[in-house]
């Protein structure tokens, strides 16, 4: 019997489209991608501070993306 294993995946959209990617990567951390980069960010323990880390690097006074799990 084979085991297989979920990743999440959690893409954050703003007013104009996709601004980034949440993925969930070995030992349930998450790297943070913007859009159109070529690297994640980082990764980060828990969803929330990847959510947060994610807002970080939007444009000043950018409204907070809506999360949607795919």
């Known amino acids: 019997m084979s ?3 979920t990743r999440r ?4 959209y703003g007013p104009t489209g996709a601004v980034g990617v949440l993925r ?3 030992g349930g951390a998450y790297a943070v991608t913007m859009a159109g980069a070529g ?3 980082g990764e980060y323990p828990t969803l929330e501070i990847a959510k ?6 939007l444009k000043p006074g950018s409204p907070r993306p ?5």
């Not at 995946?9 to 954050?12: C, D, E, S």
């Not at 947060?52 to 690097?57: E, F, I, Q, T, V």
């Not at 809506?66 to 795919?70: I, Y």
């Open 66 to 70: 809506e999360f949607r799990e795919h």
């Open 52 to 57: 947060s880390a994610l807002c970080s690097h």
């Open 39 to 41: 690297a994640p960010l």
């Open 3 to 5: 085991t297989t294993q």
């Open 9 to 12: 995946v959690i893409v954050a």
């Open 24 to 26: 969930q990567v070995e």
